[in-house]
């Protein structure tokens, strides 16, 4: 496949980027919390999304490293989970929204395990990676003889289980994204209509430079 032709002439040069606002203005309108609601929202799907790629790489690993796998396992899970926070403003995502991402299979079966996972994980009295029991041991003479210290520990983590994740996490990143830009939309109508006087009186937000020190 061949691209468009394009015209002789003079080669055009690229458009320099675009200059870095001088003064923000900190919004606290309930449109603007929303947009700021779905932001974070976008972040923790984002961290899943890292976390999963982590992952593929340590579960395909010979002899993975547990510790990793357990801390990159559980921010996926918890952060996920959050996402579906309802929060003040109500932008957390629902069982509906899963629905429409249009995924094949058991999507909300899925996503019952995941959040029946963070619950778990985020008991504070569960040890998320084995269950422990004590027994008596008994001797040849079939008295006891000792105390037994036994422990079972949770399935290992799967390439499977992670691919899953990321699957249902990327589906749902398309769908923030849609409305993070359709939010900006609505709080920038807002915001432009404002006189001079009044955006002078909102709160300065204080923005980290971007450039490295010299």
């Not at 008991?123 to 029991?133: H, K, M």
């Not at 109508?189 to 010299?214: C, F, I, Q, W, Y």
Request: hydrophobic content about 40%; charged content about 20%.
């Amino acid at each position: 496949m061949t691209g468009p032709e394009q015209a002789d002439g003079p080669e055009q040069e690229a458009a320099p980027p675009p200059t870095p606002p001088s003064v923000v203005r900190q919004l606290r309108s309930p449109a603007a919390l929303a947009l700021a609601d779905l932001a974070a929202v976008f972040e923790d799907l984002q961290t899943v999304l890292r976390c999963c790629e982590r992952l593929v790489v340590e579960t395909s690993a010979p002899g993975p490293d547990e510790l990793a796998l357990e801390a990159y396992w559980t921010t996926a899970v918890l952060s996920y989970a959050r996402c579906f926070a309802p929060g003040e403003r109500g932008v957390g995502l629902t069982e509906d929204d899963l629905t429409a991402t249009g995924l094949e299979g058991d999507v909300l079966g899925w996503h019952g395990v995941l959040m029946a996972l963070r619950d778990r994980y985020a008991d504070r009295a569960v040890n998320p990676r084995e269950t422990f029991s004590v027994g008596a041991a008994q001797g040849a003479s079939g008295h006891a003889d000792g105390i037994a210290v036994t422990s079972a520990r949770q399935p290992t983590l799967d390439e499977v289980t992670v691919r899953q994740t990321g699957a249902v996490s990327y589906a749902l990143t398309k769908l923030v994204d849609e409305r993070i830009t359709a939010q900006q939309g609505v709080v920038f109508t807002a915001v432009a209509a404002m006189a001079r006087p009044a955006l002078d009186n909102l709160p300065l937000l204080h923005l980290a430079s971007s450039e490295g020190p010299p």
